[in-house]
């Protein structure tokens, strides 16, 4: 990874993603996230995982309670991926 700057320890990327380190170490053990570790097989992590993980998400447990939450989005009940939107024009 490159200089001591460019790498976050695992508590520091905790503290600054607001994501606990048992949820880190759960992302890391699925792959979405990767470390590696130091003389003192200490995990490290890139800058770049701050952005994965946010995009890895809110991490709710419940959609219901999660500020994301969207009851009305006819797209998420067709499931998940990448959908096509068709554009609609309204009239000022």
Request: aromatic share 6%; with cysteine.
């Amino acid at each position: 990874m490159g200089s001591a700057e460019a790498v976050l320890a695992v508590g520091e990327l905790a503290v600054r993603s607001g994501v606990g380190v048992s949820a880190l170490h759960f992302y890391e053990s699925r792959g979405l996230i990767a470390a590696q570790r130091s003389a003192g097989n200490q995990r490290r992590y890139a800058r770049a995982a701050l952005r994965r993980v946010a995009f890895i998400g809110c991490g709710c447990l419940s959609p219901r309670a999660c500020a994301l939450y969207n009851p009305g989005d006819r797209y998420a009940q067709q499931g998940s991926g990448a959908q096509r939107m068709r554009r609609t024009l309204h009239a000022a």
